[in-house]
């Protein structure tokens, strides 16, 4: 067969136009159906032509959309783009016809080049070309500076202007939804053998040449300068080829492509444009990150939907319903195949009491809430997260360019077997095990990178050192985080220890780098350490600030916690928390002197932070480390200055006075004589007030205080009932707070002491200063109660196993 036979396109000159909606999956279709009967020589796709190259590598049996082409400049990594493709993109789908078929393939857009070095130049005043936005539907080239999504460079004026072909066209057609609009015309439009498969394109090209005859660029000024280089590309290629070259772009570009122009006033469009060296790859992309709501200007609402319809070999409404239903079925709901079949019929129903020629997402969504989810939104919002969007991930090859330190992420991926997911997840590590440590050295290194591929969260479980959870989510903008981040080394060890490095010789607050200590204890980054403690050791020098040195003293505690479960050596560490410990004992007292009330409730947390961590210093770190117990009881000479000076703030003297007995080193009965100076009338109630937040506010336990010791809330009670009337609403407040953080039943049982009167016997027991719910001894024969529960709890058979049983002596002391 000649060349002239075997070329077949749509009526007219030139080459063969294919103007399609970018994932669109009809659009799709149309273009496999269109290639396959046109066979032409060469196929143009709008795209970077720097990305030429890497076409070859979308028949790589590891390449898996989603995926997308990563323009970064080389000098910053920061600036990029993105141009993304699912498996149901209509540009994917005309590189995989041209690999199969063995015909070149070339991307035509603006290069990224430009794109990128524009975007900069004219960030405030102007628009620059780039992949943005094309009709029906757009095509945005994303920042990897926004951590949100994909950023649409066009100013706001401009945005105001534009005009949505696709609404447009839905518009004219009576439809107020233009996704409705679109599925009825294209997605469920059948393939006869004998339809015209190039009817559909001379249709939408017709269209938008009508639209930009209204509408002119529709306000995109970019557009002209993209469509003059795409001319040019089409020209070189006709040139090589023939006429037989089909072209497969946004349809908003068909008329301008078609248009007779001038190579002279093409390049004219294109002298002087800024350039910037630039690099590009395949990465990995996400069905989210396909969504509108992501922010990507070119998204679609469904793309877990969209990506069913052009996988679906048939009934796609069926087979539908019943992947929801083995969603439901997964999450332990019931679900039969009556329900499915019933689903079926409703959503056929409701397209045909609405006028559609097949039931569409719309008429799903109903059957499945009405039938398979019985009217609840909760479920349906799981099939939406889940299926309507889709969690899919895509793969790409080892092949593709890659940073150095990218390919050691990878590498430590595989290694830790810690694979990137699009689903959010949470993983529990137990650092006593080599794999687990492994991993969390790994996310804390990335995270001082800038990659927060993982987030710390509270463990469900113990809350020892030993273990950490984690919440993962891989994003598509991580992978520019970790081009950004190749400044810093070649493997991610080197980059987090330079980063570190480099962090702490210029931190301006002592915080800082204690927080940076901490995080190179928890990265086992023993390298970077001793620079980081030089750091540290100069800061603190320097700081005199009690403050500053009080909020770097629990951080550092931390570090030389996780230190012991992490084997690393902390002695330097210790030794420089206990100076700092120190320091803080030294300037406190006077520090907290003139402080107005917010000042002073900053300082209580201090004071909290810094109980907490010299406890901890305090202990010995390990077997024959003495600790510094010394410190512990200069830290309970310093609350005792604070406790009894009456010139500082109430809430500081409050809070020391709790301190100290709960340590046990102030008897009840001297705290109650305290606190009866406290609130006796001579004392301002509103000093008074912030004594008792000190004392029994925040959650400290203070509303079990006062259900346990009735003097103490008889105290507070007469004091709160003898506060003059002028005076109440001003303490109000204050007691608001301190109360509102108890838990209800706390308070319930705070409220019927009142109620009843401290000290009154309770009806029946014979018992004076009696508690609701409480007894004077305990009761053995309820703790015995519990023991099977406890042993099954345990691990332990019914025989008392590990030497539990009644008479043993830990059960005793439990009673």
């Known amino acids: 067969m000649s060349d002239d036979a075997r070329w077949r396109r749509s009526p007219g000159p030139g080459p063969l136009l294919l103007g399609v909606r970018h994932h669109g999956p009809g659009s799709a279709r149309a273009v496999r159906a269109a290639l396959d009967a046109a066979r032409p020589r060469a196929v143009l796709i709008e795209g970077p032509p720097e990305a030429d190259a890497l076409i070859p590598l979308a028949a790589d049996p590891q390449m898996r959309p989603p995926v997308a082409l990563l323009a970064h400049a080389v000098d910053e990594p920061g600036r990029s783009a993105f141009w993304p493709l699912a498996d149901f993109s209509p540009e994917w789908v005309a590189i995989r016809w041209a690999l199969e078929h063995e015909v070149p393939a070339r991307f035509i857009d603006l290069p990224a080049t430009h794109t990128l070095a524009w975007e900069q130049a004219q960030k405030a005043p102007a628009t620059p070309p780039g992949p943005e936005s094309d009709a029906p539907g757009t095509r945005t080239a994303g920042s990897g500076a926004e951590a949100d999504g994909p950023r649409d460079a066009a100013p706001a004026a401009e945005l105001r202007m534009r005009v949505d072909p696709l609404a447009a066209l839905a518009e004219a057609a009576g439809y107020d939804d233009p996704e409705r609009w679109w599925e009825d015309v294209v997605e469920h439009r059948g393939e006869a053998a004998d339809r015209d498969v190039f009817a559909p394109f001379a249709a939408v090209a017709e269209a938008m040449t009508a639209l930009r005859e209204a509408y002119g660029t529709g306000g995109r ?48 469009l294109l002298k002087g444009l800024p350039k910037v060296r630039t690099d ?4 990995p992309w996400t069905n989210r990150r396909l969504a509108r709501s992501s922010g990507y200007g070119a998204g679609i609402d469904s793309p877990g939907w969209y990506g069913h319809l052009f996988r679906a070999p048939d009934r796609p409404v069926e087979r539908w319903l019943t992947k929801v239903a083995g969603l439901l079925r997964e999450e332990d709901r019931i679900v039969s195949s009556a329900h499915v079949i019933e689903a079926v019929r409703l959503a056929r129903a409701l397209a045909v009491m609405r006028g559609r020629p097949l039931p569409g997402l719309g008429e799903t969504t109903d059957a499945v809430r009405a039938v398979l989810c019985e009217g609840s939104d909760v479920p349906l919002a799981l099939v939406h997260d889940r299926l309507v969007v889709g969690d899919a991930l895509g793969e790409v090859p080892e092949a593709a360019p890659a940073v150095p330190l990218q390919r050691d992420l990878a590498r430590e991926q595989r290694r830790l077997r810690l694979k990137p997911e699009a689903l959010e997840r949470e993983l529990e590590l137990d650092l006593r095990k080599e794999t687990d440590a492994g991993r969390s050295r790994l996310l804390h290194r990335l995270r001082l990178l800038g990659v927060e591929w993982g987030e710390p969260v509270r463990s469900r479980g113990s809350t020892g050192t030993f273990r950490e959870t984690w919440r993962l989510r891989w994003e598509p903008e991580l992978s520019v985080r970790v081009a950004e981040a190749g400044v810093w080394g070649t493997t ?25 200590a901490e995080h190179c204890l928890l990265a086992g980054l023993a390298d970077a350490l001793p620079v980081v403690m030089r750091a540290l050791a100069d800061r603190a020098a320097l700081d005199t600030d009690v403050g500053h040195l009080a909020q770097a003293l629990p951080a550092l505690v931390r570090a030389l916690r996780y230190g012991d479960v992490r084997g690393t050596d902390t002695r330097a560490l210790a030794e420089v928390a206990a100076g700092l ?24 947390g201090h004071v909290d932070a810094v109980h907490t961590a010299v406890g901890l210093l305090a202990e010995p770190a390990a077997e024959g480390d003495p600790g510094h117990r010394d410190l512990r009881h200069r830290w309970r000479t310093v609350l005792r200055t604070l406790a009894g000076r009456d010139s500082l703030p109430g809430v500081l003297r409050g809070r020391a006075v709790r301190i100290l007995l709960d340590e046990g080193e102030l008897a009840p009965q001297e705290a109650a004589r305290l606190m009866g100076l406290v609130l006796s009338p001579g004392t301002p109630p509103a000093d008074a007030a912030a004594w008792i937040e000190g004392f029994v506010g925040g959650n400290g336990g203070g509303g079990m205080l006062l259900v346990h010791d009735e003097r103490l809330l008889g105290l507070v009670d007469a004091w709160l009932t003898g506060v003059p009337a002028d005076a109440f609403t001003d303490v109000l407040p204050l007691l608001r ?61 019914e025989t008392g196993a590990g030497g539990a049983g009644p008479d043993n002596d830990l059960v005793g002391a439990g009673r």
């Open 221 to 268: 000024d970019r557009d002209p300068v993209r469509e003059a280089h795409m001319r040019l590309r089409l020209r070189t290629a006709q040139r090589e080829f023939g006429e037989e070259v089909a072209v497969v772009c946004g349809a908003w570009h068909v008329p301008a492509l078609r248009a007779r122009t001038t190579v002279a006033a093409d390049r004219e």
């Open 280 to 283: 590009m790859t395949w990465v």
């Open 492 to 516: 991610v060890e080197g980059a987090a220890s330079a980063r570190a490095e480099a962090d702490a010789v210029h931190a301006s607050a002592l915080a800082e780098v204690t927080g940076l």
């Open 581 to 604: 410990a120190e320091r803080v004992f030294v300037g406190l007292p006077p520090a907290c002197a003139a402080l107005d009330g917010d000042a002073a409730e900053e300082m209580r």
């Open 737 to 797: 707070r301190t109360f509102s953080v108890y838990e209800p039943g706390v308070r319930r049982t705070i409220g019927e002491l009142v109620r009843r009167g401290p000290g009154e016997r309770i009806q029946g027991t014979g018992r004076a200063g009696g508690t609701p719910g409480f007894g004077t001894e305990a009761d053995t024969e309820r703790a015995d109660a519990v023991l099977p529960v406890l042993r099954l709890l345990l691990g332990l058979d």
